[in-house]
């Protein structure tokens, strides 16, 4: 009886730290993140963001990398300052740079 409660145990860990290990590869995805910059940006970053932003296709990945943490950390930005900052605040390091490489590869 208690190897059957053991077994069962595993195989709900097993099958929870695969739900969480693939829902942190998503997080990282860039292609799957711009998903949500795309409204403003465009689908290959061609337009400038609610006629205030910058044509983010233009930017290198450094560029994008500085400007983002920036917004997250408030010292970069004018106009859009405030709704980047909101609209990025989740993202972590690694979110960045997988947005900003994919961000940099519409120039390719």
Known sequence: MK???IIKT???LVIA???LGSSTL???DGATLYNKCAG???AKGEKVA???GKVIADMTEEELNISMN???AGTYGGAMKGLMKGQIAN???DDIKAVSTHIASFKK
Do not use: P
Request: with cysteine.
């Open 40 to 42: 403003c940006h465009g």
């Open 3 to 5: 190897t059957t409660m």
């Open 26 to 28: 998503l997080a990282n």
């Open 10 to 12: 595993l195989k709900s």
């Open 70 to 72: 920036g917004y997250i």
């Open 50 to 52: 609610l006629g205030k």
């Open 17 to 19: 730290g695969a739900i």
């Open 91 to 93: 993202f972590s390091k």
